[in-house]
């Protein structure tokens, strides 16, 4: 053993050792260093009373479980305690020492057996981890009672630690609730800089920003610090602005943090603690009572240990007196000293110890057992030892045999100990069970203390609230009512947020660059609310409502049209009125000098039908003004149409009329007279076909009022639609085609040789009315709200007007105010015209000289060369890396140099020269021609591309000739990058050279306008990028990153991937861009965000070399197990294809080209030879670096032989002949016969069926490469391997993918296998196929698809609810609202459904607005954009549904109304016949009684008409109940207040005969002649009628009809609308006016001197009548659906009945019980006076 042994500072021999390591002293004394002697070692000192108590705990324990006879019988427990110092390194000498024992040598060998079968401890988790990590691998159990530290739960890195105290990933979970759930939105942190702080702050800081709270500060505090830092950090928390502080520390950096905020005096703040420092008695002392008091905090329940304290008070020096501990111990607590004499000789101070002190008279942390929380996990880790030993150790004996195989105890392992101990399950004396789970951590049940002061001033620890993990989330912290102390000693609780909430009407606006806590308060935008404060956003008004001053709520929208009052409105109608007053006024000068001569030769029948149609004119603009109806909708545009149709016939005929006329003037001429029939019907018929457009137009679809809510301003427009289009465009057109018929025939007409020709003037009418019209179409279709209106009427008015003067004005001027020339002769005089001369034009031509053609700068030698009667082009990048130049910028720096040669860009130039040496030796392509090339080097470089281009187009002939010259090449084939592509096209577009590249791919390139002669053999990134997309898709991956190449290809591709990824629901996390040359820390920099990021899936659109340069970095970094997604550019590229980079992307996929197997081209790569001539020297450099040799020996240097000639490729493992990814050589080969195909088509084309100018060919003999530009967008050939070839209108060949998936075999070769494909040309949908019988190969080598989402999906019956400042993809998942729903449906369910609505709606069981729902989501569901999951927002339900109870489907409301068959139906039905059946039973006694005095006196004629409408009034409430209809609606209300009308009208008329009778019975009166039964059958009449008047308005221009209300959320009430509200307030209100009218005459007669006085029952009925129908008032218009229609049966029963008892069951009395009293003598006697 290297050292001295290390012993442990208490110990005990047992059977079964335990040991425990704790930090019994928390300072560490570090001795002075002379490096010239050993140091001496570290001492600790300063010792920690309640980790003292932690050790006896142990002792206790395992004392306890000594004297158990049930627990471990007959075998003894020893121990041996080691102090750790709160120190990792003396953490692992401990446990190094625990392990080992104290001896110094062990046998022969080092493996001996561990001295301790367990070990206790310790208190931090840093300690802990250093000691599991020395004593893991030896699988030695360590049980923690305080090392917190989540990271101990992972079981791979700690397979052997179990905890009595839980994780802190519970801790800081419940810390964030608690902060939350006060309210505390902006907090400060501060931890302890160790695993413990570190790992719990992490885990809280993730929590709170799920759960809205922001971090203001994040500060470390450790105990080996500077005080100077400690400082800092409470400047830190003293200068924040948050007035909560999470401190999540440990005991020892709590006490540096308390002793500096006591210097600064750091008060007010509410602290929130860990379960380290919460209970720990030492801080809660009276100085530190201002700073801590109201502090809160989770912390493990409190318990009791029986006999702990006793057992503590025992401890005394004098148990083991040559233990220094228990001295330092006893010396601590009674502030004495153990002292020899000759100590206390020298020292004179500090008092003695004797040993007799007592602990009981001590209060301080070693003896305080009222908080026993840590102990008693000390207590519980020590019995899961014990009872793990006692599964382990016990064995059945049954006789002799032994049952089961006993365990020695001196072979007992710490690995059997590790396995049992994960299987401990018991329960203490206590009744507090014991387990760990499958990571070795109990059950986390916390309690939340207060730091409160009693009334002593000391701090208690009091419990307001628990935590318990193992519940439901919503039921894990609970309060316990208690009242909290604050920070402060304040009741009210303290507010610490950044922001102040956002008042009704704000919404939340985050601040850039702080955290989404601290944000500003934005008002709401116009037509936006918030109806809650600290709104996240502002909700829109519905379309009806806009958003009031405030905008915390939505008022209706101000409803505009124009009116006839306002200026506008009052404007148009004056100016209408006054069109129409001149026209009249016209009509009558005319009418006045009708016998006149210009009256007369105008056609005054026609004139006079004009006027009256232009008076109509200017009266129909008036339907325009005012509010819409249905009515007036259709008035307006079918008036105008008609109106203005007329108008223009007239005026047509009447030029007919002037045609005609002056063509009968001529001799011999045969033209038919127009003749006045002929005139009207043709007046007739062109009015007519407009009559039939407008009839038509009302059937189909006719105009109708309509609130157009779509300005999204404070207003509702409130229009008129035009129902169809068609039918209101046909009416404008028509009166067009009037209107230019006439000015046609006018126009023509207008130099006619009569004095006075009218057609001139009808031309004007006309120019002037299609001006007005054509103006009216843009300003009509642009004019917003009433202002349409105003255009269309100012449109009217106009033409009107201009028809009217243009036409009528000259000739009321000659009529009035020039009367001699309205004769005969003046009509007849003649006119001569003259004729304007044309003006001549002239053009000028200028020359211009030719210019001197002069080559500038050096020729450029190719590559490749051979000559041939028509050449084709290369550029290929054959060296990688340019070599800059530095000029000086005093002499020619010379060309650029390139180095770093690429195999495989001289592969792609070999490929071509194959192709063309094949096409040369075809019979069948190009016959009789050869084709040469010229292939020049691009390196790649934009100006060297440029440079290669230029060099393929010039010669190099100078002189003074034309430098138009044709180019020296036909088409070009090349580059490989898109960037260089992008320059030669560029180059060679103005001269119309072909360009087609078999590699660039950047999307740019198929812009024709810029790349007009561009063509490509390879995709365009465009496709791929869409591709990438599905792909993503395809496997659920909505949460990537993207990585790309900073070039035209990266950053192309890259923003359309993005483009194409967010329309498919893919969120990108980050998107970085990498480039060759940035610099290492850029590298860096990505990495770490890779590491960061929490998305699994990487997709890279990148080159293969600088993809490379990242690859390698996150292999340095260890960061593998990412999906990666490839762009054809690395996907398939073999050079980054190393085992190194394959460990960093494995599995991954991506699409690239289809390969292909060209013969005879590997024998042709291989048999290549290097030829020395200039210009064709491509391949030496390959050669010699192959070979090793050089070509030409008289520049060979040092060593370097020359080549012999017998080198052969075919010796070589050369990428150069590697054909087995001929994906892109294919594409080359490609091109190059799509050049010769194209060439193949200029040569063989016929003389006379050319594409060219007079169907004529190319000239052979001078081809020109715009000719061959043309033939390649012609060109379609099959390749020798089956492979169609064609381009595009864009110059693109079809999209064709594979795709493949990085594999390696058993061999470790590195595989591109092809598991899928990608065909662009199939139908949405079935593009994108798995190859069958293929496996995948994902990252980490998984058979399974990784998962790469920001967020879980939503399930059925939730929505997406956006995080603020996070992507779509990042959401919570919020429950629906009330009426709401989110689900999914099948695709083939949706027709089938959409059809069964529309049978329901045929049938009228559903609106047309649910209709349109149900078409809208089947549409939804086809394309795929409704899921299962992820709704992006709740569906609301149509009206006439609501949502169940998941929120996932809509149910049918319940349609409500009053029906005949509920109870109150069948009561209401009953009571109604029963009233009808006794009004007839009266009907029938009066009828059998008639002949009686008292049926005769009652005027039996009026008695059997009010019992008839009463019968009616019974029957009428009947119509009532039952289901509304469009009928019943009608009948029930106007029946009512008829039959009302009716017998209000009889009670009326017997009011006032019994009025007339008693004044007939006076002296000399002769009153009742002029009320006889004729007045009184009138006078029913009368009132009847009028009601009906009333009903029948109503009914024609608002009627009652039935409604749905719907704004009851759980029920529809079918109910009947009243249409009109007038119209029903009239109908009861006359009722009203005829029964207050009744009760006034019968109140004043009820006194008269009769026997039998019938006022006062009419009185009686009235008084009961009107009472009923004033209260209906109220109850009718309070009263919730079918309830409304039973209050206003009621009514009419209750006011029925009343009118039939009080009016006739007196009478009945008489007549069937007092038959006596039915006589004439008891009628006239007279009763005797009574005062009253």
């Not at 019988?1333 to 399974?1344: D, F, N, P």
């Not at 920001?1350 to 996070?1366: F, N, Q, W």
Request: charged share 15%; aromatic share 10%.
């Amino acid at each position: 053993m290297l050292g001295s042994p290390e012993f442990p500072l208490l110990s005990k021999e047992g059977e079964i050792t335990i040991g425990g390591v704790f930090s019994i002293h928390s300072q560490i004394t570090n001795p002075p260093l002379s490096f010239t002697d050993t140091p001496e070692p570290l001492k600790c000192s300063r010792i920690n009373f309640r980790e003292f108590r932690f050790v006896q705990t142990m002792i206790f324990a395992i004392e306890e479980i000594n004297n158990s006879s049930s627990l471990l019988p007959n075998i003894s427990i020893g121990y041996r305690v080691f102090d750790s110092c709160g120190s990792t390194l003396f953490s692992m000498r401990a446990a190094m020492a625990l392990m080992n024992g104290q001896e110094k040598t062990l046998r022969k060998t080092c493996s001996g057996q561990s001295s301790v079968h367990a070990i206790i401890g310790t208190s931090e988790s840093s300690s802990t981890i250093v000691m599991l990590r020395t004593s893991g691998i030896f699988k030695i159990p360590v049980i923690s009672h305080f090392a917190t530290c989540a990271c101990l739960s992972n079981r791979r890195e700690y397979s052997s630690f179990f905890r009595t105290i839980p994780s802190d990933y519970y801790q800081s979970r419940a810390l964030a609730k608690l902060v939350k759930h006060f309210g505390w939105t902006w907090v400060g942190t501060v931890r302890s800089d160790n695993d413990y702080g570190n790992n719990g702050m992490a885990t809280f800081i993730k929590v709170a920003g799920q759960e809205g709270v922001c971090i203001e500060y994040s500060e470390v505090i450790s105990r080996i610090y500077p005080r100077e830092h400690a400082a800092k950090v409470v400047r830190v928390i003293r200068n924040s602005s948050t007035r909560v502080l999470v401190a999540f520390l440990a005991q020892r950096e709590m006490d540096i943090l308390l002793e500096e905020a006591l210097n600064q005096n750091l008060t007010g703040l509410q602290w929130v603690g860990s379960e380290s420092w919460i209970t720990a008695g030492h801080l809660a002392t009276k100085r530190r009572a201002a700073i801590l008091t109201g502090t809160l905090g989770f912390t493990i329940r409190k318990s009791k240990i029986p006999g702990l304290r006793e057992f503590l008070l025992q401890v005394n020096p004098s148990q083991n007196p040559h233990n220094n501990l228990f001295r330092e111990f006893w010396e601590a607590t009674f502030g004495c000293s153990f002292q020899t004499p000759l100590q206390r000789q020298i020292q004179t101070q500090g008092r003695p110890c004797s040993g007799s002190e007592r602990l009981e008279d001590i209060n301080n942390p070693f003896t305080d057992v009222s908080e026993l929380r840590i102990s008693k996990n000390v207590y519980k880790a020590v019995y899961a030892v014990a009872h793990a030993m006692h599964n382990i150790l016990k064995c059945k004996h049954n006789g002799e045999r032994v049952t089961q195989s006993c365990i020695w105890r001196n072979n007992l392992e710490p690995e059997q100990v590790l396995k049992h101990i994960q299987g401990v399950n018991f329960t203490l004396q206590s009744g507090e069970r014991v387990y760990f789970d499958e990571n070795g951590d109990p059950a986390a049940i916390y309690e939340l203390v207060n730091w409160q002061r009693n009334q002593a001033g000391e701090t208690t620890f009091v419990t307001v609230g628990s935590y318990d993990a193992s519940l439901p989330n919503a039921k894990q912290f609970t309060m316990n009512g208690i009242n909290i102390t604050w920070a402060a000693e304040s009741l009210k609780r303290p507010q610490s947020v950044c922001s102040e909430s956002c008042l009704l009407g704000f919404r939340q606006a985050v601040i850039k660059g702080k955290p989404v806590c601290c944000f500003s308060c934005i008002a709401c935008a116009a037509g936006e609310i918030s109806n809650s404060s600290d709104s996240p956003e502002c909700s829109q008004c519905s379309l009806e409502y806009w958003s009031n001053e405030d905008h915390s709520q939505c008022v209706p929208k101000m409803v505009e049209f124009l009116s006839f009052e306002e200026t506008m409105g009052a404007l148009l109608t004056s100016f209408s009125l006054f069109g129409a007053s001149l026209t009249l006024m016209v009509s009558c000068v005319f009418f006045r000098f009708r016998d006149t001569a210009l009256v007369k030769a105008s056609n005054p029948e026609l004139s006079f039908l004009l006027l009256f149609s232009l008076t109509l004119c200017f009266l129909c603009s008036l339907t325009f003004i005012g509010r819409p109806s249905k009515w007036s909708c259709m008035l307006r545009h079918t008036t105008f149409g008609i109106t203005f149709a007329l108008c223009m016939s007239c005026i047509l005929a009447k030029t007919i009329v002037v045609v005609i006329a002056f063509k009968a003037t001529k001799p011999q001429n045969t033209v038919p007279q127009c003749s006045a029939p002929l005139q009207r019907t043709s007046v007739l018929s062109c009015t007519s076909l407009q009559v039939i457009v407008c009839a038509l137009w009302l059937i189909l679809a006719p105009p109708f009022p309509h609130k157009n809510t779509a300005h999204g301003t404070e207003k509702i427009i409130l229009e008129c639609d035009v129902g169809s289009p068609v039918g209101f465009w046909a009416v404008l057109g028509y009166i067009g085609l009037l209107a230019m018929l006439c000015f046609t025939l006018a126009f023509l007409a207008r130099k006619l040789p009569d004095n006075f020709n009218e057609a001139k003037f009808i031309t004007f009418s006309m120019l002037i009315f299609c001006a007005v019209w054509i103006t009216f179409i843009p300003a009509y279709v642009s004019s917003p709200g009433k202002f349409t209106v105003a255009v269309e009427v100012f449109a009217i008015l106009a033409s009107s007007f201009g028809l009217l003067f243009c036409i009528f004005a000259p000739k009321c001027y000659i009529i009035l105010l020039k009367p001699e020339r309205n004769t005969k002769k003046h009509m007849l005089e003649k006119t001569m015209l003259l004729i304007a001369d044309l003006l001549l034009l002239s053009l000028l031509s200028v020359r211009g000289g030719k210019p001197v053609c002069q080559t500038y700068g050096t020729k450029e030698l190719s590559q490749f060369f051979k000559d041939g009667d028509i050449s084709i082009g290369g550029i290929f990048s054959f060296h990688q890396n340019p070599v800059i130049v530095n000029p000086a910028l005093q002499v020619n720096p010379g060309t650029i140099q390139c180095e770093g040669l690429d195999p495989g860009e001289l592969q792609y130039a070999y490929t071509m020269m194959f192709a063309v040496e094949e096409i040369n030796n075809s019979s069948e392509l190009l016959p009789g021609l050869t084709l040469g090339y010229r292939i020049l080097d691009s390196c790649p470089s934009i100006p060297l591309s440029i440079r290669a281009s230029l060099n393929l187009m010039n010669r190099y002939e100078e002189g003074e000739g034309s430098c138009n010259k044709p180019s020296t090449v036909q088409a070009v084939i090349g580059e490989t990058t898109s960037t260089s592509t992008i320059g030669i096209a560029r180059t060679m577009g103005p001269f119309h050279i072909p360009v087609i590249s078999h590699s660039a791919t950047c999307a740019c390139l198929s812009n024709r306008r810029e790349y007009p002669s561009f063509f490509r053999t390879i995709p365009s990134d465009l496709y791929q990028s869409r591709a990438l997309a599905k792909l993503v898709k395809h496997f659920g991956w909505t949460w990537v990153g993207a990585i790309r190449t900073n070039s035209d290809y990266g950053n192309g591709g890259m923003a359309t991937f993005l483009k194409a990824a967010e329309k498919e629901g893919v969120c990108v996390e980050y998107s970085v861009a990498i480039y060759r040359t940035d610099p290492r820390k850029w590298f860096l920099e990505v990495v770490d965000i890779i590491k960061k990021s929490t998305s699994k899936v990487i997709v890279a659109f990148a080159d293969g070399t600088d993809l490379d340069i990242l690859i390698k970095e996150l292999y340095v970094q260890n960061v593998t197990g990412l999906q990666w997604v490839g762009s054809e550019g690395w996907i398939t590229y073999r050079y980054i294809a190393s085992p190194i980079n394959y460990a960093v992307v494995k599995g991954a996929v991506g699409f690239a080209a289809l390969n292909a197997h060209i013969p005879g081209l590997q024998e042709f790569l291989a048999n290549s030879r290097p030829s020395t001539r200039p210009g064709d020297q491509g391949l030496v450099e390959l050669w010699e670096t192959v070979f090793g040799c050089t070509l030409t020996p008289q520049a060979a240097q040092g060593s370097v032989t020359a080549c012999t000639g017998e080198e052969s490729l075919w010796d070589t493992d050369s990428r150069f002949t590697d054909v087995s990814d001929a994906s892109l050589l294919n594409n080359v080969y490609k091109a190059t016969y799509a050049v010769a195909h194209a060439l193949h088509l200029m040569v063989t084309c016929q003389d006379g069926q050319g594409p060219f100018e007079n169907n004529t060919c190319t000239d052979r003999e001078n081809l020109q490469p715009w000719q061959v530009l043309h033939y390649l967008t012609q060109v379609n050939f099959t390749t020798k391997i089956g492979e169609n070839v064609f381009f595009d209108e864009m110059g693109d060949p079809a999209a064709h993918y594979a795709l493949v998936n990085w594999q390696m075999d058993e061999i470790g070769h590195i595989l591109f296998k092809t598991i899928g494909y990608f065909d662009a040309l199939q139908p949405e949908g079935q593009q994108f196929q798995m190859k069958p019988g293929v496996k995948a190969i994902w990252a980490g080598e998984k058979l399974e698809v990784p998962k790469s989402i920001c967020s879980e999906s939503c399930l059925p019956g939730t929505r997406r609810a956006v995080v603020k400042s996070k992507p779509i993809c990042c959401f919570d998942c919020i429950v629906c609202a009330d009426g709401e729903f989110s689900n999914s449906t099948s695709e083939s369910a949706g027709l089938p459904a959409f059809t069964l609505a529309i049978i329901m709606f045929l049938l009228g069981k559903i609106t047309a607005r649910t209709l349109l729902f149900y078409l809208r989501m089947c549409v939804l569901y086809r394309l795929k954009v409704f899921m299962l999951s992820d709704a992006v927002k709740c569906e609301t339900c149509p009206p006439e549904y609501k949502s169940n109870e998941e929120r996932n489907t809509c149910d049918m409301k319940a349609i409500e109304f009053l029906t005949f068959r509920e109870l109150m139906g069948l009561l209401l039905v009953t009571f109604s016949v029963f009233g009808a059946c006794l009004a007839m039973t009266t009907a029938l006694i009066f009828f059998h009684y008639r002949q009686t005095p008292i049926v005769r006196a009652n005027n039996s004629e009026l008695s059997f008409l009010l019992l008839f409408s009463l019968t009616l009034c019974f029957l009428c409430s009947l119509t009532f109940i039952g289901r509304p209809s469009e009928w019943s609606c009608m009948l029930r209300h106007t029946a009512f207040g008829i039959t009302f009308v009716l017998c209000i009208s009889c009670v009326l008329g017997k009011t006032i005969v019994v009025v007339m009778a008693f004044r007939a019975t006076l002296p000399g009166s002769n009153v009742m002649k002029w009320f006889g039964p004729a007045q009184q059958r009138l006078s029913v009449l009368a009132f009847t009628l009028i009601q009906v008047a009333i009903c029948i308005l109503w009914l024609t221009i608002n009627p009652p009809f039935p409604f749905k209300n719907m704004k009851h959320k759980e029920k529809i009430i079918l109910e009947c609308a009243l249409g009109s509200p007038i119209g029903f307030w009239s109908v009861l209100g006359y009722i009203g006016l005829l029964a207050i009218l009744c009760f006034i005459l019968a109140f004043l007669a009820r006194k008269l001197p009769d026997n039998f006085n019938e006022a006062k029952f009419i009185t009686f009925s009235m008084l009961i009548f009107c009472a009923v129908w004033i209260t209906f008032i109220p109850a009718y218009v309070s009263s919730p659906g079918k309830f409304t229609v039973a209050v206003e049966i009621f009514a009419i029963l209750a006011s029925s009945y009343g009118m039939l008892f009080c009016i006739f069951l007196p009478k009945c009395y008489i007549i069937l019980l007092k038959p006596e009293k039915n006589t004439k003598k008891h009628l006239m006697g007279k009763l005797t006076s009574k005062a009253l």
